[in-house]
Structure formats: structure tokens, C-alpha cells
């Protein structure tokens, strides 16, 4: 997997390098271009922007420093996924970048953020098997997710 490095502005302060792995980036890139070529067309430095930042957003705590915080310091430590990874995660992420970008891209957020939870969970074949919140303090529950 490759890494890419970029800057993220923390609470309009501090300027922060993550590594990133673009994976995530790039696919939603390509769904939303292709489900809605038009409205890409017409939004897509703003659409490219919203997607790099929802992504990291819901991989923020896998990514120095903020995985220190929390005790994740085992490299691609998948327990950052009890953060946000869940259907709060996902309404939390709606709130945000639709505060920052507009109701016009909350189909858009509201796809990506489920997508990227499937994509993190192979095993979600629907957005009914996303985890709830309540789901990460169950033990059996995350050692079928993320192994311990």
C-alpha cells in the first residue's frame, strides 16, 4: 500500500503531516464521478477536497499523533475503527462536512462515510450490517471485527 503524505489543518491552528493511505480517496473519487458526472464536473475541486478530508476524518485516530492519544501505537492498529467506524461515526460525519460544505453534498457524505466503513469491514455486505456504537464494547463483537 502506498502512503501519501499531506497536511491537515487541526482546529484552524496547527498544521499537522499525515500519512494516508489513498485507497479510499481514489474510489470514491471514481464512484462519485461516474454515479454523477455532472455534478463532479461542476463541483470537482470542492468534491476532491470533502472526500480527503471525510476520509481522514474517519481514519484520524490511526494517524499520528492522535493514535498515541489513545493507545494505538501498533502499526495499522485496527482498533482506531471503535471511534467512528459505526452509524454515529457516520451521522457525526454528515454533521461536520455538511456544516462545512452545504446540504447540497450530504448524499455524497452520507454514501462515502457508509462506504468507507464496508470497505473497512469486507464482511459488511449491506449498510444494515454497519456496527452501532454500542457494538465496539461487546468483546466478541470486536474480535470478529478487528481480531482482538
Known sequence: MQLAKIKYKMLKKEVIELSLTP???KKSLEEIEKNQPEFFA???ETIKKL???LHIWFDLFSLSPFAELY????DNDLRHREQRHHFKGIEAAEWVFTKKYG????PIILSESCQHIKD???????????P???????SDFRKKAIGF
Do not use: C, R, S, V
Open 51 to 53: 472526500i480527503t478530508e
Open 23 to 25: 485507497e479510499h480517496i
Open 42 to 44: 461542476q463541483n470537482k
Open 132 to 138: 452501532l456504537m454500542e457494538d465496539w464494547l461487546n
Open 120 to 130: 473497512d469491514f469486507p464482511h459488511l455486505d449491506d449498510i444494515d450490517k454497519i
Open 103 to 106: 446540504k447540497i453534498y450530504a
Open 71 to 74: 493507545g494505538y501505537t501498533e
